[in-house]
Structure formats: structure tokens, C-alpha cells
């Protein structure tokens, strides 16, 4: 069955990094699209961006262009995404979901979400 | 890229029909029919209901519908259920070759 599992909760400091991992399972890893989507505590969803685990192509929102890079390990069917310059405000769940191409949507089966602190 | 916009909630009697808009620009919901549904229990990850304005993925029920006028799409869910209250959310594609999310609904069944 198709799974997407992420990596667990993290808590950083203002300024650091954070790399958090999408593990994918069930299904030809480079055939998906992967995207990247968040949820401050209390918010909506936010788009961070789109990856295309098969050529490494990418695309992110205007407002993490710049501070955010996602890669993949095709040996491990993993994508990952790394938020740099972290700020109180990026505190949130992060989820990665997956798109066949063409469908134009963010995802029909997601991770069960990273929570990621940043925190003084 | 500003969010889409939805009413902050909605609600409905047990049987009843609700509608949610998500109205957008000429540079996102009006100028294409990727619009997508998703449906969020609290701490959970999203559940795609709807996607191309009003296609339904294989095992959603046909109590949940969509549609696209303009620059404004629309989520009906007919026969409400007590499963339904949730979170919901529109997502457009874009012509800047991205994604943008709704603000979000909150759906109460009464």
C-alpha cells in the first residue's frame, strides 16, 4: 500500500536548519511528484513547494524561495526538504504529499506530518 | 500569493446540504479547473475529496461535490453527517506554476 512516512518532531533553535525526511513506499518513487505543505499551530495549509523526485526538478512559493532546498535519495525513496534561517513563526506540522504529474493537485496520500519547534 | 479566500465556518443540521465557496483570481481559480478539496480532522494530515473542480477520487463519498464559476469554486456536501465536521480546504494551481491553499472552513454539523 502507498505509505508516505516522515521523520520525527524536531526542535530548533532561531537561525538553525531543519531537514525533514519523506520516506516513500508502495510505489514507483520517481513517478510521483512530491510537495511540501505546512500548518502553524492553530492555521491553514500553507504550499511551500513542489519536487520531482525523477529529474530533481523544483518549484517553491515566492515567500521560502531562497531558504528552503529539497532534495531526494533515490537509493532510499526519500525526499527531503530543508528549511533554513529558522524563525519563531515557522514552528508548524509539515507535511509532504504526493501528486501524479498532471493531476494539479498538492496530494492524494500525505506523511502523518513533522512538527517542527523553533524555539529561544 | 494571497490564500484563497473561504468563509471561516459553516454549518449545517444532520441530513442538510452546505456549500463552501473559495473564491480566487483570474491568475489562479479563474483561469484554471485544478482546483482541489481537502477535508482535515484535527491532527490529522489532509484527505483529498475533490480534485479537477469536481472529480471525486476512487472510495470519497458522492455526498461530496464541486464546481467552478469564474474566479469562485464551490464544495457542496449533501445528506451531512457527523463525519463530516472537519476542516476544509480549496487548492489552486497558479499561473506562477504553484500551488495556493483556502484559508480554510470549519464545518459544524449541528
Known amino acids: 500500500q502507498v505509505q508516505l512516512v516522515q521523520s520525527g518532531a524536531e526542535v530548533k533553535k532561531p537561525g538553525a536548519s531543519v531537514k525533514v525526511s519523506c520516506k516513500a513506499s508502495g510505489y514507483t518513487f520517481t513517478s510521483y511528484h512530491i510537495h511540501w505543505v505546512r500548518q502553524a499551530p492553530g492555521q491553514g495549509l500553507e504550499w511551500m513547494g513542489i519536487?520531482?523526485?525523477?529529474?530533481?526538478?523544483?518549484s517553491y512559493a515566492q515567500r521560502f524561495q531562497g531558504r528552503v532546498t529539497m532534495t531526494r535519495d533515490t537509493s532510499t525513496s526519500t525526499v527531503y526538504m530543508e528549511l533554513s534561517s529558522l524563525k519563531s513563526e515557522d514552528t508548524a506540522v509539515y507535511f509532504c504529499?504526493?501528486?501524479?504529474?498532471?493531476?494539479?493537485?498538492?496530494?492524494?496520500?500525505w506523511g502523518q506530518g513533522t512538527l517542527v519547534s523553533v524555539s529561544s | 500569493q494571497s490564500a484563497l479566500t473561504q468563509p471561516a465556518s459553516v454549518s449545517g443540521s444532520p441530513g442538510q446540504s452546505i456549500t463552501i465557496s473559495c473564491t480566487g483570481t483570474s491568475s489562479d481559480v479563474g483561469n484554471y479547473n485544478y482546483i482541489s478539496w481537502y477535508q482535515q480532522h484535527p491532527g490529522k494530515a489532509p484527505k483529498l475529496m475533490i480534485s479537477?473542480?469536481?472529480n471525486r477520487p476512487s472510495g470519497v463519498s458522492n455526498r461530496f461535490s464541486g464546481s467552478k464559476s469564474g474566479n469562485t469554486a464551490s464544495l457542496t456536501i449533501s445528506g451531512l453527517q457527523a463525519e463530516d465536521e472537519a476542516d476544509y480546504y480549496c487548492?489552486?494551481?497558479?499561473?506562477?506554476?504553484?500551488?495556493?491553499f483556502g484559508t480554510g472552513t470549519k464545518v459544524t454539523v449541528l
Open positions: 487548492s489552486s494551481y497558479t499561473s506562477s506554476n504553484t500551488y495556493v
Open positions: 504529499g504526493r501528486e501524479y504529474p498532471g493531476n494539479y493537485h498538492p496530494g492524494d496520500y
Open positions: 519536487f520531482n523526485p525523477s529529474d530533481g526538478a523544483t
Open positions: 479537477d473542480v469536481s
